[in-house]
């Protein structure tokens, strides 16, 4: 990759991953109207599959560009994801047996992703932009 080809494939990286962000936020507002709606079991489930395909999708990008990129921190942050994709893992499982109460959810998914973009997140963000120099 010459110099001119990585720089844009830096830029276009961090747009990527801010998008990805917002869809997350925009599934996540889903789930939450679900929940508050009432909607039945089945919708519900699926939302949540939906969501554990966005986060997950998410969370491999940003693990490939740490790898792709050489950044610091690679093994702490899948560390971190890892995290939230076995309790979002473990919830899907659930519907199977009971009737899922996804408010739980709600408030510590949207606690987690707040804390990991400002923390882990910011600092893939900065360690990429230090690559353009
Ligand atoms: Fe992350
Ligand atoms: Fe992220």
Redesign the pocket.
Known sequence: MNTFEKGEAIRSTIQH?EN??QLIHEVLSKLKYAESAGLNNNIREMLLREFYKCIDF??TS?ENIMLIFDLEGYHEHKKEHDTLRYKLAELIGSFNTEEADLSELDVFTTNWLEE??KNS?SKLAGRLKKKLH
Do not use: A, G
């Open positions: 991953l990805e962000h998410h969370f940003e990991h973009n997140d």
